[in-house]
């Protein structure tokens, strides 16, 4: 899907002969960094927020829900699809659709794409604040590096939060 995806991209960014900007300077590296602990943090909070108003427990089915999408990853696996993700998706959303029709529509692309399964389908609203955050990356800085970057990190630091440090348990098994 994400091949298709950077294939479309690329495709309307030539037929619309919009902007194309990749430049990897420290700047760059920084600003996607900074994308990147937003995003986590963003993440984190909204996790901290299920666990006050709804509950410890609902918040760590949630968490344990998303840890079950990656179970048995590898770390190839998780650089691999962060950068595969980012490429594809970033190239899509933030080069071709939002260069094209606007934050508002790559950001409510990005969201609706990233509609899941109903165990984790309150992940999904959160996507559409990452394509936010995500957005406004590129539209501040001008460069699809800095969106593909933010995207990757968070990616990948995702799988491997989930495989390595959070664990997932059978149900029925104590964490």
Do not use: C
Request: glycine share 14%; hydrophobic share 55%; aromatic share 16%.
């Amino acid at each position: 899907m994400t091949f298709a995806l950077a294939g479309t991209g690329l495709w309307g960014i030539r037929y619309f002969g919009l902007p194309l900007k990749f430049a990897l300077s420290p700047a760059v590296l920084l600003y996607g960094l900074a994308g990147f602990a937003v995003l986590t943090i963003w993440t984190f909070g909204v996790q901290l927020g299920y666990a006050l108003f709804k509950g410890r427990d609902h918040a760590d089915r949630l968490t344990r829900s998303l840890a079950k999408e990656f179970a048995g990853s590898s770390i190839f696996q998780a650089l691999l699809g962060g950068i595969t993700a980012a490429l594809g998706e970033e190239l899509f959303f933030r080069g071709f659709i939002q260069a094209q029709w606007g934050l508002a529509a790559g950001v409510l692309l990005f969201g609706l794409a990233h509609f899941g399964k109903k165990d984790i389908r309150v992940v999904s609203y959160w996507s559409f604040m990452h394509g936010l955050i995500i957005g406004l990356s590129y539209r501040f800085s001008g460069n699809l590096l800095v969106p593909m970057m933010t995207h990757g990190f968070f990616d990948m630091g995702g799988v491997i939060y989930f495989t390595w440090i959070m664990k997932p348990v059978e149900p029925g098994v104590e964490a």
